[in-house]
């Protein structure tokens, strides 16, 4: 099994990707920040003739990764509430490769787990959950396990470590993750 993580926050310490690490310490991954990818907002063109057009930008070499790894960690934080932009972009994006035959995207997605690692300041418990919501949504619609979340509180940088129970439930993950990466 091989884990791929996408990051989606504007901060490179954020919160949501500590919890991601604690989460993943001491299992082999490999990890995607989009910060560090440009990634066009998409122009919908599914009923346009001709369809959608090529766009010079990260994406492809995103959804190769995506699609290399049989398990997908999205670790983000929540902005107004929802998935942040970047992230959005990205998934929105999928839209396009369902479209591509490079990709068999469907098939593909289907032999996938997601987990999602959401962090916000706001109540997030209760607040997150459209945003998880969301997820299981988009998941559902591709065909992707949705293996569960953590949903957890922290505003400042670094206060994710003051959240004791969202370090239980990464805690909890991790043991479960050692033993799918075990067998």
């Known amino acids: 099994m091989s884990i791929l993580v996408l990051y ?3 901060r490179e310490e954020s919160n949501a990707k500590k919890l991601t690490q604690a989460v993943l310490e001491g299992i082999p991954h490999h990890a995607i920040d989009l910060r560090d990818h440009t990634i066009v907002p998409i122009e919908d063109r599914r009923h346009v003739p ?10 492809d070499t995103v959804i190769q990764e995506v699609l290399r ?3 997908l960690i999205f670790s983000l934080p929540i902005y107004w509430y ?3 932009g970047r992230m959005k972009n990205f998934i929105d994006r999928w839209s396009v490769s369902l479209r591509d035959s490079r990709f068999n995207f469907k ?8 987990y999602v690692i959401a962090v916000g300041g706001d109540n997030p418990r209760v ?4 945003l998880v919501q969301q997820f299981q949504y988009i998941f559902d619609f591709v065909g992707v396990t949705f ?3 953590i949903i957890g509180q922290a505003n400042q940088p670094g206060e994710i470590e003051n959240d004791l129970m969202a370090l239980a ?3 909890q993950l991790n043991r479960i993750l050692r033993q799918i990466v075990q067998n």
């Open 127 to 130: 607040k997150g959950l459209p």
């Open 50 to 59: 001709g369809g959608f057009l090529p766009i010079d930008d990260d994406y």
């Open 107 to 114: 098939e593909n997605m289907r032999r996938k787990t997601a």
């Open 169 to 171: 439930e990464a805690e």
């Open 69 to 71: 790894h049989d398990t």
């Open 147 to 149: 293996g569960g979340y």
């Open 82 to 84: 929802g998935i942040p």
């Open 8 to 10: 989606g926050s504007q």
